[in-house]
């Protein structure tokens, strides 16, 4: 019979960064864990995310999620094991999803969380490609972007974890070309072998350069993960009546400074470009889609996740730091 925990340990936000965090803007603490009330199960965390939206809730500024609060857990992406419920709905032993990672136990609503079968993909796979990690890049090449049949289509941070599910996804779907950008030599041939037709390292030269190289006649679609000179270059390959889905902008997250680019947004007139920023949440609509698409294209291996993982909760504050930095090929997981 499994020993039930008093207490748990967990990451709280010690401090809001300046710039990159630092390992003193985390600190780990241990904690009493409350009685499970009714309704209520007791999960033990056995993987969970770190993910760059998570860069922006340490700044206390109003966004579309409220910020991580000073001396409060961080929370995210977790999937974990029942080890107590008060509910007539999850079982103990089963696995759920939910959204209370960066600690070891939670306490949670059991109608709060996903009951998610661990026998048909492993833990991780719920957090990455059949979880919002894909779900994310769906919904961007779908609903915002309005990919079709025989598009090129342009992925910046093609080798994380998004970037390698909408190339794969934008594959599966039938785009004509897709090209991607990623920060080495090894993580271009990383995103060709996951299907991409041609990819470039950003770190080589110009983005704009960059990109002609493999999209000599230009892209109809650009899926955004990077900002600044990445979407000032696709602003430029874009052809007439080109898409924008603005999913994330990572080489600006630990800014201090506003960026100087995109300086050729005026161009977006003439072209009837269109930009679109997206979270997404704003598409509860396609969550059951996605999960009747998402498992045969895995099944057929048409959609393949990298995985970076690191070992115990005290790894989690330098893996998102790491992430940050460029360390992760795929999804950045901490196993628990």
Request: hydrophobic content about 45%; aromatic content about 6%; overall charge negative.
């Amino acid at each position: 019979m499994t020993q039930i925990p008093t207490t748990t340990r967990q990451i709280v936000l010690a401090s809001r960064p300046r710039g990159a965090p630092t390992a003193d803007n985390f600190r780990l603490e241990t904690v009493e864990l409350p009685q499970l009330a009714d309704g209520q199960v007791l999960v033990r965390n056995v993987v969970m995310s770190v993910d760059p939206y998570m860069r922006g809730r340490m700044n206390d500024v109003k966004s579309y999620v409220a910020p991580f609060e000073i001396d409060a857990p961080l929370d995210g992406g977790a999937v974990g094991a029942v080890i107590a419920s008060r509910s007539d709905d999850v079982a103990v032993g089963q696995h759920v999803l939910h959204g209370l990672g960066w600690r070891e136990h939670a306490v949670l609503p059991a109608k709060s969380v996903r009951v998610v079968d661990t026998d048909a993909a492993p833990a991780s796979t719920y957090l990455g490609v059949l979880g919002l990690t894909g779900l994310t890049a769906y919904v961007g090449l779908t609903a915002v972007a309005g990919m079709r049949e025989g598009d090129t289509v342009f992925v910046s941070g093609a080798a994380g974890a998004v970037g390698q599910a909408a190339g794969q996804i934008a594959k599966a779907l039938g785009a004509g070309r897709v090209v991607g950008s990623a920060g080495s030599a090894d993580k271009v041939a990383r995103v060709v072998e996951l299907g991409f037709d041609a990819a470039f390292s950003y770190r080589d030269g110009p983005v704009a350069e960059g990109l002609a190289s493999v999209a000599p006649d230009g892209i109809d679609v650009y899926f955004d993960n990077v900002g600044g000179e990445h979407l000032e270059a696709a602003i430029g390959a874009l052809s007439t009546f080109g898409r924008v889905a603005m999913c994330g902008a990572i080489s600006q997250y630990n800014s201090t400074e506003p960026p100087a680019a995109p300086r050729n947004l005026a161009l977006a007139i003439g072209k009837g470009l269109t930009l679109r920023g997206f979270i997404v949440g704003q598409y509860p609509e396609l969550v059951a889609e996605y999960h009747s698409r998402a498992p045969r294209w895995l099944a057929e291996g048409r959609l393949v996740a990298d995985e970076t993982f690191r070992d115990g909760l005290d790894a989690a504050p330098q893996a998102f730091m790491d992430l940050l930095d460029g360390a992760n090929t795929g999804k950045m997981l901490l196993r628990l």
